[in-house]
T-cell receptor, first 117, second 114 residues
Framework: AQKITQTQPGMFVQEKEAVTLDCTYD???????LFWYKQPSSGEMIFLIY??????QNATEGRYSLNFQKARKSANLVISASQLGDSAMYFC??????????????FGQGTTLQVKP | DVKVTQSSRYLVKRTGEKVFLECVQD?????MFWYRQDPGLGLRLIYF???????EKGDIPEGYSVSREKKERFSLILESASTNQTSMYLC?????????????FGPGTRLTVL
């Protein structure tokens, strides 16, 4: 069965430093996609970054990058130069090939990140 | 800009009441989803729909039903609300025509059942 695991319920980081949020996944499907979402205290989920299982390079979007280690089944989110506005809950999610049309996702438990001034 | 709206940000209902949560998207997306979010459990899929009048159960459908009569609208129904349905409910939509197919979320409805 597919599963997403985020083992860090809460993290602290000093402003301007980099932080890594962990995500491991489990699937037997060779074709899948991995997503990261940010949820500020306002509640709305914001899409951050996507990595396809066949992508040759790690995905990057501005200060966000995804450290994709396929053999270890991990897809950690790296936020560089943290800002106070990065304080939020972060969710890792996976879509497998069987759900490519419906877009159905499986979410992890989430990690709460707090950026200290 | 994709916009997903939900009928209420906060809702308080009594045990046994029938509750309707409405979700509307304006990007002609084929797929729509209802999740509930609880601390430590992440987002869990209740129901999703990939076309008008089509629906499929998610991971936790018990106590819920859905309706999709029009492409842009997806309703979640609590037939007889119970206290264990107190939660944050999130609606999302996605297109089936693109490789990325990321989900776009509404602002959420925080439901309290007394």
């Amino acid at each position: 069965a597919q599963k997403i695991t985020q083992t860090q319920p809460g993290m602290f980081v000093q402003e301007k430093e980099a932080v890594t949020l962990d995500c491991t996944y489990d699937t037997s499907d060779p074709s899948y996609g991995l997503f990261w979402y940010k949820q500020p205290s306002s509640g709305e989920m914001i899409f951050l970054i996507y990595q396809g299982s066949y992508d040759q390079q790690n995905a990057t979007e501005g200060r966000y990058s995804l450290n994709f280690q396929k053999a270890r089944k991990s897809a950690n989110l790296v936020i560089s130069a943290s800002q106070l506005g990065d304080s939020a809950m972060y969710f890792c999610a996976m879509r497998d090939h069987g759900s490519s049309n419906t877009g159905k996702l499986i979410f992890g438990q989430g990690t709460t990140l707090q950026v200290k001034p | 800009d994709v916009k997903v709206t939900q009928s209420s940000r906060y809702l308080v209902k009594r045990t046994g009441e029938k509750v309707f949560l409405e979700c509307v998207q304006d990007m002609d997306h084929e797929n729509m989803f209802w999740y509930r979010q609880d601390p430590g459990l992440g987002l869990r899929l209740i129901y999703f729909s990939y076309d008008v009048k089509m629906k499929e159960k998610g991971d936790i459908p018990e106590g819920y039903s859905v309706s999709r009569e029009k492409k842009e609208r997806f309703s979640l129904i609590l037939e007889s609300a119970s206290t264990n349905q107190t939660s944050m409910y999130l609606c999302a939509s996605s297109s089936s025509g693109r490789a990325l197919n990321e989900q776009f979320f509404g602002p959420g409805t925080r439901l309290t059942v007394l």
